[in-house]
């Protein structure tokens, strides 16, 4: 008979030779591994400048700002300020060959559109995470302040009875352009410095309706760079003199208007956090 260490350690591997099997067809679970953040969620806001151009303004139209929220994997909430200037395609720029200066013909006021707005944007195409294009469409909506800042001359009120210029001597004001008051276009030497009515401006208020696309480029969480085109509507509650003609009053409706339908192109560039 075997003593009782050997019987002992003799049956414990038969124990550990019959449950082999055993835990060999044991199912292995796995260790759960925290998924990883998706790039597409890796930033919430958004916060952009941008450079305006625009059928309706001049050679730069103006300027804005935009903050934008992540609302979920495709849709965005936005507000924005913009500020541009309005152009009158029918005006005409003089100049006063004896002295030099030069001033715009009929003008009497500067016309500016200040548009907050609020509205929603949507990811058509997404980019890569760390290159690539992102194509969104937006929508937006909002008031439009026009303001109108009176437009200044100088006009040399002693050349208009002696018929001689004397720059010295002369008395020269500068005040608000008015064709009809300023009849005699040989006596208005320049135009006046820009903000001179900056204390007479006129608030028109109105409102705007803007439909676009904008192409991003970046990597998330980092600077964005890109334009957005796209259409806008306004209107005012009024026309907004602009021009003013030199002899019949009832010309002012046709050289002014009070909607504006305009081509835009914004070049934005920020951050995205």
Known sequence: MLPFP???FGLLAVGVFAAA??????????????????????????FVYGVNFNTQGGLLGGASVRSTRVLDEQWMRFWSIEGVMLKNNAKEQRINTIVGGSYIDRKTNYAFALRPSVGLQRILFRKAADAGVQVNGLVSAGPSLGLLMPYYISFDRTYTQTRVFN????????????PVKHAD??????????FSGIGETQLVPGFHLRGGLSFEYGRYRDAVTGMEV???VEGYTKRLLILSPSNNPREVDGLNRQFFPSV??????GQRS
Do not use: C, H, M
């Open 167 to 178: 720059v010295a001597t002369d008395e020269i004001v500068n005040e608000q352009y008015n």
């Open 185 to 194: 276009v040989d006596a208005i030497l320049d135009r006046g410095p820009l």
């Open 264 to 269: 835009y192109l914004t070049l934005f560039f």
């Open 6 to 8: 050997s019987r002992f």
């Open 230 to 232: 796209g259409f806008l």
């Open 21 to 46: 099997p055993a835990w060999a067809q044991a199912p292995v679970r796995p260790v759960p591994v925290p998924a990883a953040p998706s790039d597409e969620q890796s930033y919430s806001k958004e």
